[in-house]
Each structure stands twice: as C-alpha cells, then as structure tokens.
T-cell receptor
C-alpha cells in the first residue's frame, strides 16, 4: 500500500523565520500531492498542490518542492507567522488520498 | 460555495444508541469520503463514494454504515459503537475519484462514545 511519511514530527520556529516541512512517499505511481493545514478542532484546510510533471509550485508565502527521484516533497513557509501554527499533512493521490503522519509547527513570537 | 458542511459538530452517544452523522456539499462534486481521525494522527480513510455508489470500504466494521442519498449528501449511520470509536469524523469531497484535484474537508464531527 501507499506510505506517506514525514521526517520531523514537531518543528519550532521563530516568528518571521522561514519554515520547511518535509514528506516522503513510497508509491512512485502517485502523480498528485497536496499539503493540508489543520488547526486544533478543525478539518484539514488545503494549502497548495503540485502535480508530478512539476518540481516546484509557489503560492502566497508557500512553496512546494517535489523531487520524484527520491520521492520527497517539502513545504516552505516564508516569514512564518503565529497564525501558521498548526499540524501540516502531506497527502498523495494514488487510487485514493493517503495522508502522511503530520508535522506540528510551533511559531514562537 | 466551497464548503463541506458537517452536522452535528459534537456528538456524545452510548454504546447502545443509534445516531447518524451528516455531510453536505453543493460544489457538484461526485466523489465523497468519510475519514476517521484520532488525536495527533492523520485522517484514516473509511469509505469512498463515487457517483453515489460505494467504491471503497477500507474494511470498516459494520457498526459504521455509510449512505449517499444523492449527489450532495453523505451520511454515516452509527450503531453499537465502542469507546475506541471516539474520534473526529471528517467528510470530504472532490470533483471525481482519483482525479488530480483537491479534496475539500468539512470541520468534522467530534464523536464521544460512552
């Protein structure tokens, strides 16, 4: 089956710094990936997606990088803010969405 | 409207009760999903509906019974649950199953089984 995992379970950063959250996946057939943000007591919220024919995609303050060779993707958050504190999940689409184990981002003021 | 609406937000039920969780979307999505999420864990897929038909059941116990009455609604009927079934139940929808488009999630129903 699909395995999507994260390297760091908890990440603490200073407000204003950049954050990098990593994710590894095992199914080379996955061709679509999403990063979700989940705040306490809420459902996952879409942040950014990337298709396998791309290696980089930028949004507002966020960038997703995809390295298909090593089956790795990352989420970069620029100028991290207290409102970015949440758990971040990567998800890979095979025949269904598989979620990674999540990284908790703590932003220190 | 990019919302997936789930009701109720919170539910406490006894092990002999029968209750239902409801999910609604009006985005014209033809794929709808139920996920179960325990604390500090990622969502785990339970069921997938495609065009109102059950397409994936991830070996979920029969005490959970999904229903898709129409393309906008998804229900999860609960009966004879166990305390370990307490979790956040998330509904999601996407345009089509296995299509490269995002899945939109509801805010979830926090279920406590006593």
């Amino acid at each position: 089956g699909e395995s999507v995992g994260l390297h760091l379970p908890t990440l603490s950063v200073q407000e204003g710094d950049n954050s990098i959250i990593n994710c590894a996946y095992s199914n080379s057939a996955s061709d679509y990936f999403i990063w979700y943000k989940q705040e306490s007591g809420k459902g996952p919220q879409f942040i950014i997606d990337i298709r396998s024919n791309m290696d980089k995609r930028q949004g507002q303050r966020v960038t997703v990088l995809l390295n298909k060779t090593v089956k790795h993707l990352s989420l970069q958050i620029a100028a991290t803010q207290p409102g970015d504190s949440a758990v971040y999940f990567c998800a890979a689409l095979g025949d269904k969405f598989y979620f990674g184990s999540g990284t908790k981002l703590n932003v220190k003021p | 409207d990019t919302e997936v609406t789930q009701t109720p937000k919170h539910l406490v039920m006894g092990m002999t009760n029968k209750k239902s969780l409801k999910c609604e979307q009006h985005m014209g999505h033809r794929a709808m999903y139920w996920y179960k999420q325990k604390a500090k864990k990622p969502p785990e897929l339970m069921f997938v509906y495609s065009y109102e038909k059950l397409s994936i059941n991830e070996s979920v116990p029969s005490r959970f019974s999904p229903e898709c009455p129409n393309s906008s609604l998804l229900n999860l009927h609960l009966h004879a649950l166990q305390p370990e079934d307490s979790a956040l139940y998330l509904c999601a929808s996407s345009q089509r199953v296995a299509q490269n488009t995002e899945a939109f999630f509801g805010q979830g129903t926090r279920l406590t089984v006593v």
